[in-house]
């Protein structure tokens, strides 16, 4: 699996916009909160109430809406693993737990519904960047640190994108849908109107910010050897 992980890195240095439907925004939300819970609890117990209230509420959200999602055969499953994630949270369950079960349910939804969580061309970085310089240093910083200028006004912070651990537990897809939907009950707002291509560049960006040079080299490494080993 780190083999996987390392071709991912190097892959990372290299439809029309509108309101988010029930089922993009569980998606986002079962995203949210697989990296964002280890932030609010840990050992059983709350180290961050804002953002453990935070998670409460996503949870019920993604229950709520996992009974409105559309017959298929995998909602009964869907709907139990929705379900059983918000009794992990509630009861401020250990965070591998919650991290398995957030990404069940995201592979559930995604074949379940035949999802497209990928973009249809190669996002250019450099216009992510340029687009980041623009629209996000005021609250995630320059370097993405979360330290912008706004940043000590915010409740919950801004998001630390060079945080590898983080990093680690977040997907390409759900960063591009926190930015075109934005995250309710934050500052962070929906950038909806920008083109298709210019919110993956964003989210390629901003996905390739915790990972070292030297761990974006090896990925390389890996993907010239011709063949990925699931060791």
Partial sequence: MRKILLVLLYLLGTAAAQAATPLQRMQQLVDYVGVDYPGAVAGGEVVNPVGYAEMLDFSRTIQDLAEGLPVTEARPEIRTTAALL?????????????????????QLLINGYDLAVTPARTPDLQRGKAL???????????????????????????????????????????LYSTITHGVNGTAMKSYAKLPDDDRWALAFYVGQLAPTDLMKFEGKQVLLAGSIALD
């Fill in 86 to 106: 918000n009794s992990l949270v509630t009861a401020r369950s250990d965070a591998h737990q919650v991290s398995e079960a957030t990404g069940k349910l995201r």
């Fill in 132 to 174: 980041f310089a623009q629209q996000c240093t005021s609250c995630h910083g320059v370097e993405g640190k979360g330290n912008g200028p706004l940043a000590s006004t915010l409740e919950p912070a801004p998001t630390n994108f060079t945080d590898l651990d983080r990093y680690r537990q977040r997907t390409l897809h759900g």
